[in-house]
């Protein structure tokens, strides 16, 4: 049984609302950039909490689990470490779906599209020669 709040109508407004949430690919290659810079500001500043809220969810549970420690602990770790390069400018971006990739002067960091908007999902990433990207911080 409907109730009278359903209708034909609102199957066409889901299906607006889910296409116009995705936005134009400029749009979207915007959002990432944009979030990639606050990641990299995050990075120089030495902002941890800032840092950790920018992971993905699964990329912040591996970081803890392999530091045995929390996230900001852990991130700091890599910082001190030098395992997360201040990255540089952007060369170049890439958006697949809810996926993307942001290549930096001295970086790549991949990023996935949640709700909550674009998170991190690896960095500190270097190319290898027929292989997947070496990470120093990824999901699981």
Same mark, same amino acid.
């Given at each position: 049984?409907?109730? /009278?709040?359903?209708? #034909?109508? =609102? *199957?066409?407004?889901?299906?607006? $609302? +889910?296409? @116009?949430?995705?936005?134009?690919? /400029?749009?979207?290659?915007? !959002?990432? @950039? $944009? !979030?990639?810079?606050?990641? !990299?500001?995050?990075?120089?500043? *030495? ?8 992971? +993905? #969810? ?7 689990? @392999? +530091? &045995? %420690?929390?996230?900001?602990?852990? =991130?700091?770790?890599? =910082?001190?470490?030098?395992?997360? /390069? ?5 060369r170049g971006v890439d958006v ?11 970086? %790549? ?5 949640? /709700? %909550? *908007?674009? &998170?991190? %999902?690896?960095? *500190?990433?270097?190319p290898r020669p027929q292989r997947?990207? +070496?990470? !120093? =911080? &990824?999901?699981?």
């Amino acid at each position: 049984m409907r109730g /009278p709040w359903y209708g #034909p109508g =609102i *199957g066409v407004l889901a299906v607006l $609302t +889910a296409v @116009s949430a995705c936005g134009t690919l /400029p749009e979207r290659r915007d !959002e990432v @950039s $944009t !979030e990639v810079t606050r990641f !990299e500001q995050a990075l120089g500043a *030495g902002q941890r909490e800032r840092l950790c809220a920018a992971l +993905a #969810p699964a990329t912040r549970e591996e970081l803890e689990q @392999s +530091a &045995k %420690t929390r996230c900001v602990e852990a =991130i700091g770790q890599a =910082i001190e470490e030098q395992e997360l /390069p201040v990255a540089g400018a952007v060369r170049g971006v890439d958006v697949y779906g809810d996926q993307a990739r942001v290549v930096l002067e001295r970086d %790549t960091v991949f990023l996935a599209h949640f /709700p %909550t *908007g674009w &998170k991190v %999902t690896a960095a *500190g990433c270097r190319p290898r020669p027929q292989r997947p990207y +070496a990470c !120093e =911080i &990824k999901g699981g």
